[in-house]
């Protein structure tokens, strides 16, 4: 069964980190490129970033480029997202999704990232 | 960016009507090298993640009725929920990924029952 299963959610003081992973399963990972999505508290959904299946390539939205950083170990099969000088509006649902291929087929349940002080 | 305007923002209908969204993009998402739309369209339950219905704006994903259809090209998409049911309330969003993989989504169309 393709999977995917997102870790490392939490709260978090503006300006300060965290790092969420992505545990796939069920499907050649190094063959896709990864993305990550986020959803606010009763909004609608954002692109975030993406990385190659090599890793070689990375994209951010303009919201998060210079904070976050995405990166993928293909050895373990996992994707991760490390978030630095977080911000209140950072506070979100993030989803990690297979592709874009032919749009974002495999969907993690997500991981609740909170900013606040 | 390419910006996606979905209209409407939420509709209410009866069981077993059709439910009709559209989506506009800020410019084409058609691929003229192979002539694909680069046009996704999703659901979302409530306290779920997005569902992939349609990809290439008219292609169904493995496994979804095939009272969901795409339709459209260039900037104007369709979504079509035929013979309503209560299972399809849902928010529906669409998304291009023509600047692949960049992406951006429209902001989400909530379907209700009446």
């Known amino acids: 069964e393709v999977q995917l299963l997102e870790s490392g959610g939490g709260l978090a003081q503006p300006g300060g980190s965290l790092r969420l992973s992505c545990a796939a399963s069920g499907f050649t990972f190094s063959s896709y490129a990864m993305s990550w999505v986020r959803q606010a508290p009763g909004e609608g959904l954002e692109w975030v970033s993406a990385v190659s299946g090599s890793g070689a390539s990375t994209y951010y939205a303009d919201s998060v480029k210079g904070r976050f950083t995405i990166s993928r170990d293909n050895s373990e099969n996992t994707l991760y997202l490390q978030m630095n000088r977080l911000r209140a509006e950072d506070t979100a649902v993030y989803y990690c999704?297979?592709?874009?291929?032919?749009?974002?087929?495999?969907w993690g349940q997500g991981a609740t990232v909170t900013v606040s002080s | 960016d390419i910006v996606m305007t979905q209209s409407p923002d939420s509709l209410a209908l009866s069981l077993g009507e059709r439910a009709t969204i559209n989506c506009k993009s800020s410019?084409?998402?058609?691929?003229?090298?192979?002539?694909?739309?680069?046009l996704a369209w999703y659901q979302q339950k409530p306290g779920q993640p997005p569902k992939l219905l349609i990809y290439?704006?008219?292609t169904r994903e493995s496994g979804v009725p095939d009272r969901f259809s795409g339709s459209g090209s260039g900037t104007d998409f369709t979504l079509t929920i035929s013979n309503l049911r209560a299972e399809d309330v849902a928010v529906y969003y669409c998304?291009?990924?023509?600047?692949?993989?960049?992406?951006?989504f429209g902001q989400g169309t909530k379907l209700e029952i009446k």
């Open positions: 999704a297979k592709g874009p291929l032919l749009g974002l087929d495999v």
């Open positions: 410019q084409s998402v058609l691929y003229s090298s192979n002539n694909k739309n680069y």
């Open positions: 290439w704006a008219s």
């Open positions: 998304q291009q990924f023509y600047s692949t993989p960049r992406s951006t």
